[in-house]
């Protein structure tokens, strides 16, 4: 059983930056991968960026692509999402994840999920 506690988010103007952590506790946090992911209201959830158990290769929705970056401390037991150059569009709750093998864009892939944190960005 792995816990995610997912914190970071808040109310940033279009153009500004936001930094979330993923704190994870139970199991060995370091043999999971590690995703992403954010639902905006009235729509479906939505993979954003992805990182494997080692930090050894990331991947990105092609909408944060260049402004948004995963990344992974195994020694704090935390995953992070620093998303720069936010957009309205960006507007959503985030949710971190984490499953044991599959496919790292797959919702049905992850096998525990955070609570999620709203991020809103005002224009």
């Known amino acids: 059983q792995v816990q995610l506690v997912e914190s970071g988010g808040g109310l940033v103007q279009a153009g500004g930056s936001l930094r979330l952590s993923c704190a994870a506790s139970?199991?060995?946090?370091?043999?999971?991968?590690m995703g992403w992911f954010r639902q905006a209201p009235g729509k479906e959830r939505e993979f954003v960026a992805g990182i494997l158990w080692n930090g050894g290769r990331t991947y990105y929705a092609d909408s944060v692509k260049g402004r948004f970056t995963i990344s992974r401390d195994n020694a704090k037991n935390t995953a992070y999402l620093q998303m720069n150059v936010l957009k309205p569009e960006d507007t959503a709750v985030y949710y971190c994840a984490a499953q044991s093998s599959g496919n790292i864009y797959l919702i049905a892939a992850y096998d525990y999920w955070g609570q999620g944190t709203q991020v809103t960005v005002s224009s």
């Open positions: 139970g199991r060995t946090f370091s043999s999971y991968h």
